[in-house]
C-alpha cells in the first residue's frame, strides 16, 4: 500500500492545504525526506527539479514552525532561510511556501537583486517567519542591517550545483557563518560534482543522504530521439524539423550565450516566433520572455542551462539539445522538462563529431540506449573527425597587458 501525507505525521492545516493542491500521495523525495527533516537531522539531497523537493523540505519546516507561529506580527523572527541561486526560482520556492501555509499565521516573504531594497526592507520590519533569498542580496540586507539572522533555526541551500557554477561559494560560507551555529541545513542538488560534496562536507554535521534516481521521472514519459549531423548544419536541421516534424511548445537548450543570441536571430529572421534567456540578460527582460512563452505569444524558447535551471513550463511539447551538455545527469534534466505530469513528450538531440563522447555517459545513466534517427538530410560522415579549433596569435608580448585591459579587469566572482 502506498504511503500517504498523512502517514508522514504532518499536522491538519498542512495536509489540508495539500489536499486544496489535490496532491494524494508523496513523492519519493517527500516520503524520504520530510520524517528527517522533522526530526531535526542535517540532510543532503539529490533530487532534480520537478521531483517535488521544494515540498519535501517546505513542508517539515512549516510543521517545525507551526508552534511558533503566533507571536504578533512586529514579534516575528526569521526562524527559517531558504537560499536560492536565481530570482527566477525563488519566486516559485515563495508560492509553494505560500499556498502550504495558507491555514497557518506563518509569514514569508522573498528577497532578491533588481529591485528596490526599501521595499523589501518594509516588509521585513514587519516581521516573517521565512526568509526566501537570492545570495547577493540577503548579504547586501545583512550588512545594512536590514536583516537580522540570529534566530535561524532550518538553513536551506537548495539548487546548491548551480549555486556554485553561478560563483557564489564565498557567499554561500558567508551567509552560513552569520546564521547561529546550532542550525539544522538542508542540501539540495540537481546534481554532485565534487565542490558540491566539498561544500557539504564542510557545512553539514553528520547529514543524512537522500538520493532520487532522476532517470525514472524524466525517461519514461520522453520519446527520445539522437541526430549525429556536422555541427556547421545543425541550424539546417534544427529549421528543417520544425518546418516539417517538431510542433507546439519547444524549449531549446544552447551551451553559450552567444549561441542563443545566434539562434535566436535565425529563427526570427525564418518567421518564428521565438524568445531566449541566458545570464546577460537583466531580470526584466528574463521574465518578460517566459511570459511571453507561458502565455503562448511565441512558441520556441532557447536557453542556456543556467538560465532555465528550475523553471516550471507547463504543456512543453518537446526539448531540442541543440548542443549536447557534456554532463550526463544536465541531459536527464535538460529532457525532464517535457513529458510531466503523464503527459507525454519528445527530446531531439544534436550531437556533432566533437560531441560523440557525451553520449556513452548519458546512455549508461539511463540504463537505455537513445533511438538514433537515421532518416535526415544532413547525416554526419561516421568517419569525422572533431574540429580542431586553432588559437589566433596574440599581437602582444606575452608579459604584456593594454592599459585599458588593467582597467577593464573583472574578478570571477
Not at 524558447?301 to 518537446?318: E, F, Q, S
Request: hydrophobic letters at 40%.
Amino acid at each position: 500500500m502506498s504511503i500517504q501525507f498523512k502517514d508522514l505525521q504532518l499536522n491538519k492545516p498542512l495536509l489540508k492545504a495539500i489536499a486544496d493542491k489535490n496532491y494524494e500521495t508523496p513523492t519519493p523525495i517527500q516520503v524520504k525526506t520530510i520524517p528527517l527533516v522533522l526530526d531535526k537531522k542535517d540532510v543532503i539531497a539529490s533530487a532534480q527539479t520537478g521531483t517535488g523537493k521544494t515540498a519535501a523540505y517546505a513542508l517539515p519546516i512549516l510543521q517545525l514552525l507551526y508552534d511558533k507561529q503566533d507571536a504578533p506580527k512586529k514579534g516575528k523572527k526569521i526562524r527559517a532561510l531558504i537560499v536560492s541561486p536565481t530570482r527566477e526560482l525563488a519566486l516559485q520556492i515563495s508560492a509553494s511556501f505560500n499556498s502550504y501555509s495558507t491555514y497557518t499565521n506563518l509569514r514569508t516573504t522573498v528577497v532578491y537583486g533588481g529591485t528596490s531594497i526599501d521595499q523589501q526592507s518594509d516588509v521585513l520590519n514587519k516581521g516573517v517567519d521565512i526568509l526566501i533569498a537570492t545570495p547577493g542580496r540577503l548579504l547586501d540586507l545583512y550588512k545594512q542591517e536590514i536583516v537580522d539572522l540570529r534566530n535561524i533555526e532550518t538553513l536551506v541551500l537548495d539548487e546548491a550545483d548551480l549555486m556554485l557554477d553561478m560563483g557564489f561559494i564565498e557567499d554561500v560560507f558567508k551567509i552560513v557563518r552569520i546564521c547561529p551555529d546550532k542550525k539544522q541545513i538542508l542540501l539540495f542538488s540537481a546534481t554532485m560534482p565534487d565542490k558540491v560534496v566539498f561544500l557539504a562536507n564542510t557545512i553539514l554535521n553528520n547529514p543524512e543522504k537522500v538520493s532520487v534516481s532522476p532517470v525514472s521521472s524524466a525517461a519514461k514519459n520522453v520519446n527520445q530521439l539522437l541526430y549525429y549531423v556536422p555541427k556547421t548544419k545543425k541550424i539546417e536541421l534544427c529549421l528543417h524539423l520544425l518546418r516539417n516534424t517538431i510542433k507546439g511548445n519547444i524549449l531549446i537548450f544552447r551551451r553559450t550565450k552567444f549561441g542563443v543570441d545566434k539562434l535566436e536571430k535565425t529563427l526570427f529572421n525564418n518567421g518564428y516566433k521565438v524568445a531566449s534567456i541566458h545570464g546577460d540578460k537583466t531580470q526584466n527582460i528574463r521574465e518578460e520572455a517566459l511570459n511571453k512563452f507561458k502565455m503562448n505569444e511565441v512558441n520556441i524558447l532557447i536557453a542556456t542551462d543556467v538560465a532555465a535551471r528550475g523553471l516550471d513550463i507547463k504543456n512543453l511539447d518537446a526539448v531540442i539539445n541543440f548542443d549536447i551538455p557534456n554532463v550526463a545527469e544536465t541531459y536527464v534534466h535538460r529532457i525532464g522538462r517535457t513529458g510531466r505530469a503523464n503527459e507525454v513528450g519528445t527530446s531531439y538531440s544534436f550531437c556533432s563529431a566533437d560531441e560523440r563522447t557525451y553520449i556513452a555517459p548519458i546512455q549508461k545513466l539511463m540504463g537505455k540506449n537513445i533511438a538514433v534517427e537515421e532518416e535526415h538530410p544532413y547525416p554526419l560522415d561516421p568517419k569525422a573527425k572533431p574540429e580542431v579549433h586553432k588559437k589566433a596569435g596574440s599581437l602582444h608580448k606575452k608579459s604584456r597587458k593594454s592599459d585599458a585591459s588593467k582597467k577593464n579587469k573583472k574578478r570571477w566572482y
